[in-house]
Structure formats: structure tokens, C-alpha cells
């Protein structure tokens, strides 16, 4: 199945830094990499996602850049904000009889310093 | 669906007792997802189905754990003989589909989750 390694486990920034999380997955059959944002006592939401067949995606001030040949992918934040403050989740799908099936990294704490 | 609904919000039992968790997902989504997050940690797979089928049941954690879906909507999480260490979050999602032709099927809606207290 799906493996999926999330880095760092924690993020400290000052607003207006940037933050950068990392994950790698294992199955090169994956090709949906999500990744969600799970604020205090909330449900994890869906904030961006690539798909295989590109290598970089912007929504705003947040970015995903994708590598299939090393099977990594990066979740960019620029110029962060105190409500950016929260856990971010990495995910990828796997493939085979499992394709569909999310697995998720282990998060990453983001806390951004006014 | 106004989205993912899962009930009970809370549940407190006594150790050894059994326990249902009810998820309503989003109507017309074919992809049904059980996960358990323990505090502070991140998101453990339990069980996955497609349809009524449950092609990825690798999560379950022991056989006290069960999953079943009718119907194709709703999903019920079953924990039999409950333990201290089950103390956790179940959250429960669902997604479109998976096939690879359609971008937005694979995008996957939480419920609030059930906060699952073993005393």
C-alpha cells in the first residue's frame, strides 16, 4: 500500500515568512496529491490539490509543486498570516485495488507569530 | 446533502461495551471513508468503501472493529468490547469516485467526527 512521510512535524513562522511542507508517497501509481487544513476542533478541509500530469499549481498565496520522478511533492505558503495557523495534511492515493483510498501524512503543525 | 454528517457528536461509554457511529455521507458520493485521529495525532485509514464493497479493510484496527454500508449512503462503524486505547476522534468522508477520467472525484469531504471517550 500507499506510504506516505510528512516533514517537519512542526513549522513556527513569522507572518508574512513563508512555509514550506514537504511529503514523499511510495506507489508511483498515486496520482492525487491533496492536502487538507485542519483548524482547531474542525473537520480537515481540502485547500488545494494537484494531479500527476502537472508539476505546479497556485491557488493565491498558496502553491503545490509536484515531482514524480523523486515522488515528492510540496506544499507552499507565501506571505502567512496568524489564520494560516493550523494542521496541514499531505495525502496520495495509492493505486491497485486500493485506488481511491486516501493515505495521509502525519501533519504538520503550523503556527504563524504576529 | 448540506455535507458530511456523522452522529453521535460525543459518545461516552464503559469499557467493554459496544458502540455504533453513524456517517451520512454526501448524496450521490460512491466513496466512503472511515478514518481515527487520536489527540494531536494524524489521520489513521480504518476502512475505505466503494459502494457497498469495502475493497481496503487494512485500517481495521482488530476484529472488535466493523464496518458496513447499505444502500450505498449510509455507514455504520461498529466497536465491539470497547478499549481505553479506542479513545479518538472517528471521522468519517466521502468522495465522487475514484475514476481517473474525472479531477474533482477524488476530492474527499469530512464529516465533523465522533469523539469517542472510553472510560
Known amino acids: 500500500g500507499e506510504n506516505v512521510e510528512q516533514h517537519p512535524s512542526t513549522l513556527s513562522v513569522q507572518e508574512g515568512d513563508s512555509a514550506v511542507i514537504k511529503c514523499t508517497y511510495s506507489?508511483?501509481?498515486?496520482?492525487?496529491f491533496p492536502w487538507y487544513k485542519q483548524e482547531l476542533g474542525k473537520r480537515p478541509q481540502l485547500i488545494i490539490d494537484?494531479?500527476?500530469?502537472?508539476g505546479e499549481k497556485k491557488d493565491q498565496r498558496i502553491a503545490v509543486t509536484l515531482n514524480k520522478t523523486a515522488k515528492h511533492f510540496s506544499l507552499h505558503i507565501t506571505e502567512t498570516q496568524p489564520e494560516d495557523s493550523a494542521v496541514y495534511f499531505c495525502?496520495?492515493?495509492?493505486?491497485?485495488?486500493?485506488?481511491?483510498?486516501?493515505?495521509f501524512g502525519q501533519g504538520t503543525i503550523l503556527t504563524v507569530h504576529p | 446533502g448540506a455535507g458530511v454528517s456523522q452522529s453521535p457528536s460525543n459518545k461516552v461509554t464503559e469499557k467493554g461495551k459496544d458502540v455504533e457511529l453513524r456517517c451520512d455521507p454526501i448524496?450521490?458520493?460512491?466513496?466512503l471513508y472511515w478514518y481515527r485521529q487520536s489527540l494531536g495525532q494524524g489521520l489513521e485509514f480504518l476502512i475505505y468503501?466503494?459502494?457497498?464493497?469495502?475493497?481496503?479493510k487494512s485500517g481495521l484496527p482488530s476484529d472488535r472493529f466493523s464496518a458496513e454500508r447499505t444502500g450505498g449512503s449510509v455507514s455504520t462503524l461498529t466497536i465491539q468490547r470497547t478499549q481505553q486505547e479506542d479513545s479518538a476522534v472517528y471521522l468519517c468522508?466521502?468522495?465522487?469516485?475514484?475514476?481517473?477520467?474525472?479531477?474533482?472525484?477524488?476530492?474527499?469531504?469530512f464529516g465533523q467526527g465522533t469523539r469517542l471517550t472510553v472510560v
Open positions: 468522508a466521502s468522495s465522487l469516485g475514484h475514476t481517473a477520467s474525472r479531477r474533482k472525484n477524488t476530492e474527499a469531504f
Open positions: 506507489d508511483s501509481a498515486s496520482n492525487y
Open positions: 494537484i494531479r500527476s500530469n502537472v
Open positions: 495525502a496520495a492515493p495509492g493505486g491497485g485495488t486500493s485506488y481511491g483510498k486516501l493515505t
Open positions: 448524496s450521490g458520493h460512491t466513496a
Open positions: 468503501f466503494q459502494g457497498n464493497s469495502a475493497p481496503d
